[in-house]
Nanobody, 114 residues
Framework: VQLQASGGGLVQAGGSLRLSCAVSRSIFSINYMGWYRQGSGKQRELVAEISSGGGTNLADSVEGRFSISRDTAKNTVYLQMNSLKPEDTAVYYC?????????WGQGTLVTVSS
């Protein structure tokens, strides 16, 4: 499974960005697709995930501001980020879980200026 993330950039606090993760195979074959992030000097953390059945889970820190969705026809997963805060600044990684196997995309940098 190959994951291609895109959509990062520089945005002012309060702004929005949408990240995309293009997947090389049907996302129905993947148990969970998700987005993780890693800020400078911090551990990588789960931001949001979506199951093959469409159920979603978001971290408390982004609940109400971020949403995760998918386009099954395009095999693409999105992370819509609204009301961005400086503390959202991080490298965001697309992730796929297929049971015993995990896959990571290259990171995409999101920088939120105050």
């Amino acid at each position: 499974v190959q994951l291609q993330a895109s959509g990062g950039g520089l945005v002012q606090a309060g702004g929005s960005l949408r990240l995309s993760c293009a997947v090389s195979r049907s996302i129905f074959s993947i148990n969970y697709m998700g987005w993780y992030r890693q800020g400078s000097g911090k551990q990588r953390e789960l931001v949001a995930e979506i199951s093959s059945g469409g159920g979603t889970n978001l971290a408390d820190s982004v609940e109400g501001r971020f949403s995760i969705s998918r386009d099954t026809a395009k095999n693409t997963v999105y992370l819509q980020m609204n009301s961005l805060k400086p503390e959202d600044t991080a490298v965001y990684y697309c992730h796929a879980n297929r049971g015993s196997y995990e896959y990571w995309g290259q990171g995409t940098l999101v920088t939120v200026s105050s």
